[in-house]
């Protein structure tokens, strides 16, 4: 299929002084990590994630848990940033505001070398104890799995945000905050259906911003969005960056 970045978005583009992009697990697919919720290769197809992804789970079976985050740690330490990844980082240098909202766990928009970031989901690099809500930097490896946290002998979990939990306030106020205040909005490569990082969209639309989303497959927010761009973010976004803005 033939894509044409519209001369409106490019002139949007220009003129643009804050722009909020929220991203999902599409804009890491090109990077070799599954996304959730497509059919064949998503996660979530060859697993329950209320089995796996909830406290409940953790306490009910925490081995398994944390190996399973175990396992999609290394998939992601493995992955590297995509061409999509690097043509936001170019974004954010030519825009006198911008505000990366990211609800994936795996770090790849840092280490591609976003700046102005917002994880709302956590990082599944990072570690935090159950009982204390703390992030915890080192514990002995002594066999047990989940390892202890050194200080309160509570397990350690992934400091991610599982199905049931608040997203973390300061991030959250920090992304509506974004959605409300930008003039031009990306959404790019997320199904659009976990609340409440599905409503920024609809927040930024609502404001008077420009919305734009980029993803092969129509959403929720496809017939609401200013501008349409039906395909691979690896590929939409440089050709965006490509333009002359
Ligand atoms: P999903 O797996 O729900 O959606 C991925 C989206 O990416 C789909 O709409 C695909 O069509 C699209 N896509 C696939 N390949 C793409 C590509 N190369 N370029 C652009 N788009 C592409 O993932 P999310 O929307 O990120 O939350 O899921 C949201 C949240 O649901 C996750 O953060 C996770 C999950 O439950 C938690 O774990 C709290």
Not at 109 to 114: L, Q, S, W
Not at 192 to 204: D, I, K, N, Q, T
Request: charged fraction near 20%.
């Amino acid at each position: 299929m033939r894509i044409e970045i519209p001369n409106a978005l490019i002139d949007a583009l220009r003129h643009a002084q804050h722009i909020a992009v929220l991203t999902g697990a599409g804009v890491s697919a090109e990077s070799g990590v599954p996304t959730f919720r497509d059919a064949q290769t998503g996660l979530w197809s060859k697993f329950n994630p209320q089995e796996l992804a909830t406290r409940k789970a953790f306490q009910r079976n925490p081995k398994m848990v944390w190996e399973w985050y175990a396992y999609r740690r290394e998939l992601t330490a493995r992955a590297e940033p995509n061409a999509g990844h690097y043509a936001l980082v170019e974004m954010e240098k030519r825009v006198p505001q911008f505000t990366l909202i990211t609800q994936n766990i795996d770090g790849l928009h840092e280490r591609a070398g976003t700046k102005n970031m917002i994880e709302l989901h956590g990082n599944i690099q990072r570690v935090k104890c159950l009982r204390e809500d703390v992030r915890v930097e080192s514990w002995v490896e002594d066999g047990e799995i989940p390892p202890r946290c050194p200080r309160c002998n509570s397990y350690l979990r992934p400091d991610v945000v599982w199905f049931g939990e608040m997203l973390p306030a300061f991030a959250l106020d920090e992304a509506f905050r974004a959605a409300r205040n930008c003039d031009l909005f990306f959404s790019i490569g997320t199904s659009g259906v976990v609340e409440p990082a599905a409503s920024l969209p609809f927040v930024a639309l609502r404001n008077g911003a420009v919305v734009v989303e980029i993803n092969p497959d129509e959403t929720p927010l496809s017939r609401g969005a200013t501008f349409r761009l039906c395909g691979a973010a690896g590929v939409v976004l440089p050709m965006i960056l490509g333009a002359p803005f």
